[in-house]
């Protein structure tokens, strides 16, 4: 059985679904079952279930609030993934856990590689560090992911920002010097279904296919939606964040290609994909 955490996200939500597609044997939590402020009770519930494989997907994913709530942020993404990792292997089950290219520093212009220096530049990504430093330690099958960008139906994400913007603006000012890859869950669901089954165990990295700025991110939704929103460019350094960004987040797709797993297809058939579940075009 397959145990999926955070399904009122919009990758647990994804991934459940996927799983129940191809008829594993499969149940899914939300806050109810596993809280995450309370690591010891998410290790006991896992326990009572004994699942062979957990795909976590349940996370403190609040970029900016996460530089004021640090140690919730901490105990949500370091504590509880320890708990969840130590169930794992006192059941010698499977777990994927689901990181971030946040780990990374964000220099330079090339894609990062799975075992690239971790230097995180906000409290985020060192919350999702100290989970998957917890993963690696204690469980012998495991999957680390890390993704970027994500988007999906069930839940709030950059596309959805922009579509509401777009009612009542007609122009937009946006981020143009951070780079990295949009990340569909539907996509990315069928890769953690694929792995799941398989003792391909590792760091991967898995974004849809190709790179672009959020500007660039931003143009492609309203000219795919058929929306006359002009987007302004601008610089980082113009939009203040409580919470620093890496400027690149490009992530290297050759621990898929070597594990034999297929990359995800192109962000830009992802979006329009997407734009046609939730309606837009």
Not at 216 to 225: D, L, M, Y
Not at 227 to 254: C, M
Request: glycine share 8%; with cysteine.
């Amino acid at each position: 059985m397959i145990l999926v955490t955070g399904i009122t996200g919009q990758l647990g939500f994804d991934v459940l679904k996927e799983l129940k597609k191809r008829g594993e044997d499969c149940i899914g939590t939300t806050r109810k079952e596993i809280d995450l402020t309370d690591p010891e009770g998410a290790k006991k519930f896992i326990l009572s279930k004994k699942p062979d494989a957990v795909i976590h997907c349940a996370a403190y994913t609040a970029v900016d609030k996460a530089e004021s709530e640090s140690e919730l942020a901490l105990t949500v993404n370091g504590m509880a993934t320890r708990k969840i990792a130590e169930a794992c292997r006192e059941l010698d089950a499977k777990m994927i856990y689901i990181s971030t290219d946040y780990v990374f520093g964000g220099d330079g212009k090339t894609p990062y590689e799975i075992k690239d220096e971790k230097t995180p530049v906000n409290m985020y990504g060192t919350s999702k560090l100290l989970g998957e430093n917890s993963v690696a330690a204690l469980v012998e099958k495991y999957f680390i992911v890390r993704v970027s960008w994500v988007f999906g139906a069930n839940g709030n994400n950059f596309v959805k920002t922009m579509l509401r913007l777009a009612e009542t603006k007609k122009k937009l000012r946006v981020v143009a010097d951070q780079v990295g890859s949009p990340t569909y869950t539907p996509d990315l669901a069928k890769l953690l279904a694929d792995m799941v089954t398989t003792d391909k165990y590792g760091i991967y990295h898995a974004s849809n296919e190709g790179f672009c700025s959020w500007a660039e991110f931003a143009k492609a939704i309203f000219e795919i939606a058929g929306l006359d929103v002009e987007v302004e460019e601008i610089e980082t350094i113009d939009y203040p964040t409580p919470a620093k960004r890496p400027f690149n987040s490009r992530l290297s797709k050759t621990s898929l290609d070597t594990a034999g797993f297929s990359r995800l297809p192109e962000w830009r058939d992802a979006l329009k994909r997407y734009l046609k579940e939730i309606g837009k075009i």
